[in-house]
């Protein structure tokens, strides 16, 4: 008879854990419901800022911004993609919020004051580089791959005595192809940033430390390289300026890691379990 009230006494923890994070989802579900209705209501709103960099350089260019749809039902497939993904972002501190409210009693005050920065600093910094590419990397893609579009008209215009070629082009975007392509710039350049969030929990965690980081800076360097290369628009300027952001961040950090360290060791020394590292 004991154990089967000790069976029940270990139960009842796990379904009051298991209740709490049920109302925690239904909330989190409720709450992108709510904002996936209000970005479809505004979706007009929301597409005409995704269209902006599209539609200033077609008018550097002195053409119309006119996007096409190639299929009855892509206005309608777009429309609720991008009510998804506002729905989401205005939803996400609701999300986070309600994660925090699940894990938080499980910390210890440390660990809380370890993790706290870092769910905040993530969304900031993806927030700074789909910034980034929605002001200069999208707009300067758009140019780079227009520009064959002159490159192209002039090649006909000069070769159109050996057949009947169309004399120019004339840009007509699919909706569905432009969203995907503004979608895809945004969220690879979101998501680079979130390396030194990721590398800073690291070293907090003690997984990485600084000393590793900058003995392998020259491998980092080559990396980022190749992933400039294939995130970004294939020209120099473009793959130049998302290396010239990214390689800073890993060196930001380093020294954020450097400093935590330097806590940890005045931590240690004033608690008397410092331990001097073998000379190398």
């Known amino acids: ?42 979706v007009g709103h929301i597409w005409a800022f995704l269209s902006a960099p599209i539609c200033d350089v077609l008018a550097e260019r002195g053409q119309e911004c006119q996007l096409q749809t190639l299929g009855p039902q892509d206005s309608f497939f777009v429309a609720m993609k991008i009510s998804m993904w506002g729905g989401f972002v205005l939803a996400f501190p609701i999300i986070t919020f309600q994660l925090w409210r699940f894990v938080a009693p499980g910390l210890y005050r440390n660990e809380k004051a370890a993790f706290l920065p870092f769910l905040i600093a993530s969304p900031v910094m993806f927030f700074l580089g789909g910034a980034l590419a929605y002001l200069l990397v999208i707009p300067q893609a758009f140019r780079f791959f227009l520009s064959f579009q002159d490159t192209l008209s002039t090649a006909m215009q000069t070769g159109s005595a050996l057949g009947s070629l169309p004399k120019g082009l004339v840009f007509q975007g699919s909706i569905d192809r432009f969203y995907s392509l503004t979608m895809q710039f945004l969220m690879a350049f979101g998501l680079c940033f979130q390396m030194p969030v990721l590398l ?15 003995a392998t800076r020259k491998y980092a360097i080559v990396g980022i390289l190749i992933l400039s290369s294939m995130i970004a628009p294939p020209d120099v300027t473009s793959m130049g300026v998302l290396f010239a952001v990214i390689y800073p961040l890993y060196e930001v950090s380093i020294w954020i890691i450097v400093y935590f360290e330097k806590q940890a060791e005045k931590q240690a020394k004033l608690d008397g379990t410092w331990e001097e590292p073998d000379a190398e």
């Open 200 to 214: 800073t929990l690291m070293g907090k965690a003690g997984m990485i430390g600084s000393k590793g980081l900058k």
């Open 1 to 42: 008879m004991s154990n089967t009230e000790n069976l029940d006494g270990s139960a009842a923890p796990l379904l009051e854990h298991l209740k709490e994070l049920r109302n925690r989802i239904m909330i989190s579900i409720g709450a992108f419901v709510v904002t996936f209705i209000i970005a479809f209501l505004i």
